[in-house]
């Protein structure tokens, strides 16, 4: 087994015809460096702040790779376990904007929220300390494509899944889609909510390193992942405070579970509707508590109270 230091030009779409950056064997661990999602251009932006325009010169989605694993053909699974994501720079950010997330149309400008990392929290002002919960929300092997795909939405390849869970001793398996997998990672996260309703989660930059293994003679789906332990230690604690949507679909409740959310934040803790919808990104977590009474289905939207001060 060999450790290998990722390097060379990020890919930034999905294609097979870029450039490997690195061949590896089963076994081999990897660590590479990775920017945030729009590859350093909010570092700048204070909370409120205008945004810079796009800038072509530095493409979203930076990620690290394409890996190419020796002997891996389509049909094998690809097992990338999380060995290491740590922060390179103090901050992150959240944005929500008109035409974005869950609740596209409640919001008609863009708005950034700047977390200031110490350690092992960031806060939002008084209101909420917020545990850092670091994973890489892209973890994927290419799907069978020349024609570049953009990196979201994610597929049964993986890629841009936002799964909270894919922390540091969690395992995700892959089904391999074309010859020698060609994994590549990034989208690192500070922390996140599940649903990551406004479109992002703290967002940062960050280090990582992955361990490879390849499972000849399975198939499965789509991706899978196994987690190290307990999924919410530290949060579960003081409890939490739940707002539901009832709707006949998922997204509609969905919508309306975070908007009952947000009126809570807004009424229990003083929060401006924007900066509760950013909170409601980075800390509650969606979860389908019903769906065998047709013709409505019951979406949950949870509050950790042990991050509200």
């Known amino acids: 087994m060999t450790h290998h230091d990722l390097a060379g030009d990020p890919q930034h779409l999905w294609t097979t015809t870029h450039e490997p950056r690195l061949e590896v064997a089963s076994g081999d661990t990897v660590s590479f460096d990775c920017e945030d999602a729009v590859n350093g251009r909010y570092d700048e932006v204070p909370t409120g702040g205008a945004l810079p325009a796009s800038d072509p010169t530095r493409p979203m989605y930076p990620l690290a790779g394409p890996v190419v694993v020796a002997g891996a053909r389509p049909g094998d699974v690809l097992e990338v376990e999380i060995l290491e994501a740590e922060g390179t720079k103090g901050f992150g950010w959240t944005v929500l904007g008109p035409d974005e997330g869950l609740l596209a149309a409640d919001f008609s400008e863009r708005y950034l929220f700047r977390w200031e990392i110490d350690g092992d929290h960031t806060d939002m002002g008084d209101v909420a300390r917020v545990p850092v919960r670091p994973f890489f929300g892209v973890v994927g092997v290419c799907p069978d494509t020349v024609e570049p795909l953009p990196v979201m939405p994610p597929g049964t390849f993986g890629g841009n899944l936002d799964c909270r869970d894919l922390v540091v001793g969690s395992s995700v398996f892959l089904p391999v889609q074309v010859p020698g997998a060609r994994l590549a990672i990034g989208d690192p996260h500070a922390a996140q909510g599940d649903g990551e309703v406004c479109v992002s989660a703290v967002e940062w930059a960050a280090r ?25 230690t530290g949060l579960e604690d003081a409890g939490w405070y739940a707002t539901t949507g009832v709707a006949p679909s998922l997204m509609r409740a969905a919508q309306d579970a975070v ?14 509707p924007r900066d509760a919808y950013v909170l409601c990104s980075v800390v509650v977590d969606l979860k389908i508590s019903e769906v065998v009474d047709a013709p409505n ?9 042990s991050v509200m001060r």
């Open 297 to 305: 289905w019951v979406v949950s939207a949870y509050l950790p109270l």
């Open 208 to 232: 990582g390193s992955v361990r490879v293994r390849l499972h000849q003679g399975r198939s499965i789906p789509g991706p899978q992942f196994r987690t190290p332990g307990a999924l919410r």
């Open 259 to 272: 908007r009952a959310m947000i009126d809570h934040l807004g009424h229990t803790y003083g929060l401006d």
